[in-house]
């Protein structure tokens, strides 16, 4: 925190400062512009221009879309059980998430895009993720943004460019927050441009946008738990924004739950890519296995994971998948799954969608660059891999042996997929587990207000998205962007409402 009485100058001032231009960031532009006409809005974002656009912009842009109140009240509150939402943030999320569609589809009219029902890039018109607790009578569709990938996010990203009385700076970081010590009340920002810190005023609040941590090892790991884990969105979601609201004196909720909110997925990590590459969800053979550090296969391999955001259940509980337990891990294929199977998935990621990594539809061009390793048996492959020949061979052996048989004892794995690793040559490729979301943050009202630890509102400071989430633990597919969207325009309604903080100093003086 720094002191109004540090500040020798201002460099720059506004009405509303937003920190973090990805999807929360951007609706909370909107909104603060859209309420009040007279309203300077400064959005600043960490990253240069070209890789603005945050985790919003590599996401699958899949939008839960819900009619019925009390059915998406019942569901989330089982889905929250285990770190209950206070009830009425619930009711209102809930009332707010019912009227949400002519919204979108006002952002997506305005840009000139194409709202549509389902996903834009699978044939669900929803995803499910559990029935047995309320999705059915929760979900009315899923819906998104054309084209794929990033539609929600450049539509929104058009939304604030035509709105002149936006200013956008890039390469902005925020790094501090200046505040009065005895109230907490905020009066601006200390950012960091090209490593040179400045004061930005900001006269009626400022807004952090800046997403998770996934991107901060160290992070996963105090919070989380986890001893490795690596993004799939952007490397700038380096988890200051919770530093940041930590100094300023904010309650933080939902760092650590039972399980992690959006996943711990597979994924595929190389030098010169900071972030990873998530593996194929849609197979055309599936002579592959999963073999975790004791060379055996941990899991249902082609069980349909991402439906459950990688979470299985275990004794009536839903909790993580055990990627994160069994590392090292390799994926074992033969010739006929590397032929006819690009081995990511390109229509999301920050290495696919923002980079354009070009992955090889028969991915030859990975196996020259040395990713996947390849031998004529798998005694050698394993033996390349670093892994007890004898142990990688029966475990092949053995699923084979179920392929042969039709049933998989071992794993129930669904017969349809029970193909064998039968022709070589064999290859491996490492897996690492790889992270969504992180959801934690300052505890905030519904009306992105920040809570300190007395449970008040930090005077002028607000918070939305990813960054202090509602959401712990289970979670449906496409409430984290619409959260975004959600908290986004409550945090700029409310910020661009309140009257400047010098001109009320002032007047009182
Ligand atoms: C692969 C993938 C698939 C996903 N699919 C879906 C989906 O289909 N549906 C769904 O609902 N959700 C999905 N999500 C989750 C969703 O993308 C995020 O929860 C959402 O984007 C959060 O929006 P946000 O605005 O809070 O953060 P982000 O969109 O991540 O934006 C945060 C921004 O803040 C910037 N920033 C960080 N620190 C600073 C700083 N100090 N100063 C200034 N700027 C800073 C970052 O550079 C970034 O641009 C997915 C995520 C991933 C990675």
Redesign the pocket.
Known sequence: MASLGSVREWHDETDVLV????????ATAIEAHDSDPAADVLL????PER??????????????ISKDVEALKDYQRTMSATNPIPEPMLDAWARRMVELEPYIEARAKEAGAQYIHG?GWSAREAVLEYPELGAVAAVAHSATILPAPSGV?LAFKANVEKRKRIRRQFE????DLIQDPDTLEVFGAV?AVNGVRRNIKARRGVVL????F?NNLDMQRDYFGLSEAY????P???G??IK?LQKAGADMWHLRNRGQS?GIWPGFRYPGHPTVF?RQMFWQSFSWIDVGADSRRFIDETHEWQITHYKQKVQGEWIDTPHHRVMPMHMIFDENTRMYNPLVISV???NTVVEQYPWSEDNSVELEKGWITQADSIEALARKIGREPAVLQETVRRYNDACASGTDAEFGRNPATLQPIAKPPFYAIEIVPA???TGGGARRTIESEVLDHSGSPIARLYE????G?IFSNLYQ????????MIS?RAAGRNAASLSAWDAVRHSAA
């Open positions: 920190c973090g231009f990805g999807l929360s960031g951007a600043i974002e960490k990253m890789h603005a656009g945050g985790n919003a912009r590599v996401s699958g842009q899949s939008l839960l996903s996010w902005t970081a925020l790094v950012v946008c800046t997403g998770g996934e993004p799939l969105g952007s700038g979601n380096t200051e924004g940041i959006g998530l999301m990621t920050w992270i969504v979301c939305a998205g990813e960054l989430s597919n496409g409430s984290y962007l619409t959260e975004a986004g």
